[in-house]
């Protein structure tokens, strides 16, 4: 159980164009998922956090008019990467909040490679 | 400030033996501790999660925590290479958030 999973698992796109990653819960509802993104040889970097029904929450320097997330449905949350360009190159992935009480988690999707040319 | 806290490594550990890896955090309200492995290039797995003082084991995966001196511990028995990776410590504090420490980066020597 707890499977996450995100599509697509690599893009390549040219600067100026936009890219829209999405992220699935497949066999539980979360209300709650994280993106977050990671450069090479660096540590997880939390971009935002995203709730059915209503607005994400950014984190501190993170463009929400770049970065536009949408969690419609229990199971389902997109990240739109607007106007990408090759500062936007990186690792990102999502992961979706699991459980209860003390047990509350995490369980990650497999990534996307993003490729600005 | 809340904060996470491991040494980056690399640790390198002979093929066979004990894995020790090491994690403190600032929150004294932490209330669940959480490690998870990332190879190179892959996205973080979840290991074991643990919230109660003590040991819990799960096969060749042990975690340790204390919260008293506020720091808690994963050690691999029988290390493999396949168990180099970079092991991820992560803290509950209470809202449903993680508070992720940088890593450390183990490396199994055959």
Redesign the interface.
Same mark, same amino acid.
């Given at each position: 159980g707890a499977v996450v999973s995100q599509h697509p698992s690599r893009v390549i796109c040219k600067s100026g164009t936009s890219v829209k990653i999405e992220c699935r819960s497949l066999d539980f509802q979360a209300t709650?998922m +994280?993106w977050y993104r990671q450069f090479p040889k660096q540590? %997880?970097m %939390?971009m935002a956090?995203s709730n059915e029904g209503s607005k994400a929450t950014y984190e501190q320097g993170v463009e929400k008019d770049k970065f536009l997330i949408n969690h419609a449905s229990l199971t389902l949350s997109t990240l739109t990467v607007t106007s990408a360009h090759p500062e936007d190159s990186s +690792?990102y992935?999502c992961s979706a909040?699991y459980g209860g009480g003390?047990?509350?988690?995490?369980?990650?999707?497999?990534?996307t490679r993003l490729t600005v040319l | 400030q809340k904060e996470v806290e491991q040494n980056s490594g690399p640790l390198s550990v002979p093929e066979g033996a004990i894995a020790s890896l090491n994690c403190t955090y600032s929150d004294r309200g932490s209330? @669940?501790f959480?490690w998870?492995r990332q190879y190179s290039?892959? @996205?973080?797995?979840?290991i074991m999660?643990i919230?109660s003082n003590g040991d819990k084991e799960d096969g060749r995966f042990t975690a340790q925590l204390n919260k008293a001196s506020q720091y808690v511990s994963l050690l691999i028995r029988d290390s493999q290479p396949s168990d180099s990776a970079t092991y991820?410590c992560?803290v509950?504090t209470g809202n449903?958030?993680?508070i992720?420490g940088?890593?450390t980066k183990l490396i199994i020597k055959p």
């Open positions: 709650t +994280f540590s %997880l %939390l956090t +690792f992935i909040r003390a047990g509350d988690t995490q369980y990650f999707g497999p990534g | 209330q @669940s959480f998870y290039g892959k @996205s973080p797995e979840l999660f919230y991820l992560a509950n449903y958030q993680l992720w940088a890593g």
